[in-house]
């Protein structure tokens, strides 16, 4: 599981994983190309899961590509379901009508005690948050005694955040903004201010703006033994003006805290993707160049602890 803080450079630890074999699962735009595939014994064993056994039979009597289709179903809604107990706020970003869904309704209660370990397998989850006050008990408790799902944590100096949310707001990376609900309200905020700097000053000013308290909410993923802590600086290499070396060397990290053989040197080349979704430049300390005088004072008030606890300072 990957929790990766928005604008954080999803896509690089994204691109890692999928260079691992995983596929992808979350909130974040996924092509189709890199979702999860499900094998037959995989689908059977969800559909199993999510449907009564009444269901389930009458599915399974049925033809082939009718039960697959279903299965497919049962894996969507599985998921869904998983979103709400690791304590996504659904209903804000995509309406009630998602969580109303019947049968995701069906699928969370019927799987409300189970384990995450009865996920599909081979499937990474790259979530933007995982608020430990919101998360259902049942998966902490998994996890502390389990050490599995092993969770890495991806997070970026909250100046650069800031920054990166302003620009992918205004509509500014290669596909748009986004399908949240809030992100249609902070475009047209946005898009009302004259320039950069006053979008900035509104973005340092308003405690509801995406991003503001992430950091602070993430802190016990800082700070636990058992997250792999990866920043954006350590993983971007060269192209986005960090080091190749430092690069390949949490790469190696990466892997052994996965427990995986591969070679650092053959992943390396394949996670700085510009024509990621929320691409825009993907460069370390861009903050430098459009924060003025005038936002220091907001600087250091908003931003200016979660700074220095992050190793940014």
Same mark, same amino acid.
Not at 15 to 21: H, K, N, P, R, T
Not at 48 to 54: A, F, G, L, N, W
Not at 204 to 213: E, I, K, N, R
């Given at each position: 599981m990957v929790i990766s803080l928005m604008k954080s450079g999803t896509h690089l630890i994204? &691109? @890692?994983?999928?260079? /691992?074999? $995983? #596929?992808?699962y979350g909130q974040s735009r996924i092509p189709a190309e890199i979702r999860p595939v499900l094998d037959d014994a995989t689908r059977d064993r969800v559909a199993?899961?999510? $449907?009564? &056994?009444?269901t389930y039979a009458e599915l399974a009597a049925g033809d082939p590509a009718s039960f697959a289709k279903a299965g497919d179903e049962a894996w969507e809604a599985l998921g869904w379901a998983w979103q709400q107990r690791l304590g996504m706020p659904l209903v804000n970003r995509y309406g009630v009508a998602v969580t109303n869904n019947g049968l995701i309704e069906q699928a969370l209660r019927r799987t409300a005690t189970s384990t995450f370990a009865t996920t599909p397998g081979n499937v990474c989850w790259v979530l933007p948050e995982l608020d430990i006050k919101k998360v259902d008990g049942r998966f902490l408790q998994e996890w502390t005694e389990t050490g599995l799902p092993r969770i890495l944590f991806m997070y970026r100096d909250p100046r650069d955040v800031l920054l990166s949310m302003v620009n992918f707001l205004c509509g500014r990376t290669a596909q748009g903004y986004g399908n949240f609900s809030e992100f249609q309200i902070f475009n047209r905020i946005l898009e009302s201010k004259a320039d950069l700097s006053e979008k900035l000053t509104y973005a @340092?000013?308003? =405690?509801?703006?995406?991003? +503001?308290?992430d950091h602070e909410r993430a802190l016990w993923l800082l700070n636990h033994p058992n997250v792999c802590q990866v920043s954006f600086e350590q993983l971007v290499?060269?192209?986005?003006?960090? +080091?190749? %070396?430092l690069q390949a060397a949490t790469v190696a990290r990466v892997l052994d805290f996965l427990g995986c053989d591969d070679s650092p040197d053959q992943l390396v080349e394949k996670l700085f993707r510009t024509d990621s979704f929320s691409f825009f430049k993907g460069q370390i300390g861009s903050w430098r %160049?459009?924060?003025? =005088? %005038?936002? &220091? &004072? @907001? /600087?250091? %008030?908003? @931003?200016?602890?979660?700074?220095? /606890? $992050? #190793? $940014?300072a």
């Open positions: 994204q &691109e @890692l994983m999928v260079a /691992l074999g $995983y #596929g992808i199993r899961m999510v $449907y009564d &056994e009444q @340092l000013t308003d =405690p509801a703006f995406p991003v +503001s308290g290499g060269a192209r986005g003006g960090g +080091s190749d %070396e %160049e459009a924060f003025g =005088p %005038e936002h &220091e &004072e @907001l /600087l250091a %008030e908003r @931003l200016g602890r979660m700074v220095r /606890l $992050y #190793g $940014y």
